[in-house]
T-cell receptor
C-alpha cells in the first residue's frame, strides 16, 4: 500500500498563474519530504525539500508547505512558466530509515 | 561533471535470460538506490545501499539482486527476468540517505518478452 499519495494525476494552469500540487502521507514516522521534477526521457531532478521541524520552505518561485497534523504537504509554483511543464513527484523519508517512498506523480501542463 | 550513469539505456530481452544494468556515480556518494517507474505507480524503490557491502530491500525487491563492492558502482541484476519486470529503471545516489537530495541517472528502458 502506497504511503505517499498524489491524488491528482494532472494539473493544467495558465502561464503566470499559481500551480498548487498536493501530497498526502500515511506514515507518521516520515520527517523529511522532497519534491522531484521529471521531464520526458530524463531522470528526476531534485526541486525542494522540507523537514518536519518546519512548516514552510521557499526557494525562488517554489514553496513547500507542510501540515503535520493533517499529514499533508503542498508545492506552490508562482508564477508558473512553460518550462515548469513536467511530472512532479512527492517523496518522503524517515530519519532512521534509509528508504524513500514516492507518490504516483502529478503531470503539470502550463498553457501559454 | 557530477553525474550518475546507467547502461544500457534501452534493452529488449526474453524471459529467463539473465541481465545486468550497471550504475556508476562520480560524486563519492555513500548512498545509492534503484527505482522502477510504472504508469500510475510512480517511482518504487527496489534496493538501496548505505555504503560499500551494505545493501537492503526497498518496497519491490522480488526478482532483483544488487551488489556494492565499490563505492561508485551499484549494478542491478535480474537473474531470470519476467514480463512483469518490463519497466523504466532509475539509479540514484546521494550523500547519506533517502532524505538527502538524490541525483538520478537518465534511466534504462527494459522490455522483457
Amino acid at each position: 500500500d502506497q504511503q505517499v499519495k498524489q491524488n491528482s494525476p494532472s494539473l493544467s494552469v495558465q502561464e503566470g498563474r499559481i500551480s498548487i500540487l498536493n501530497c498526502d502521507y500515511t506514515n507518521s514516522m516520515f520527517d523529511y519530504f522532497l519534491w522531484y521534477k521529471k521531464y520526458p526521457a530524463e531522470g528526476p531532478t531534485f526541486l525542494i525539500s522540507i523537514s518536519s521541524i518546519k512548516d514552510k520552505n521557499e526557494d525562488g518561485r517554489f514553496t513547500v508547505f507542510l501540515n503535520k497534523s493533517a499529514k499533508h504537504l503542498s508545492l506552490h509554483i508562482v508564477p508558473s512558466q512553460p518550462g515548469d511543464s513536467a511530472v512532479y513527484f512527492c517523496a518522503a523519508s524517515a530519519t532512521n530509515d534509509y528508504k524513500l517512498s514516492f507518490g504516483a506523480g502529478t503531470t503539470v501542463t502550463v498553457r501559454a | 561533471e557530477a553525474q550518475v550513469t546507467q547502461n544500457p539505456r534501452y534493452l529488449i530481452t526474453v524471459t529467463g535470460k539473465k541481465l545486468t544494468v550497471t550504475c556508476s556515480q562520480n560524486m563519492n556518494h555513500e548512498y545509492m538506490s534503484w527505482y522502477r517507474q510504472d504508469p500510475g505507480l510512480g517511482l518504487r524503490q527496489i534496493y538501496y545501499s548505505m555504503n560499500v557491502e551494505v545493501t537492503d530491500k526497498g518496497d519491490v525487491p522480488e526478482g532483483y539482486k544488487v551488489s556494492r563492492k565499490e563505492k561508485r558502482n551499484f549494478p542491478l541484476i535480474l537473474e531470470s527476468p519476467s514480463p512483469n519486470q518490463t519497466s523504466l529503471y532509475f539509479c540514484a545516489s546521494s550523500l547519506e540517505g533517502g532524505y538527502n537530495e538524490q541525483f538520478f541517472g537518465p534511466g534504462t528502458r527494459l522490455t522483457v518478452l
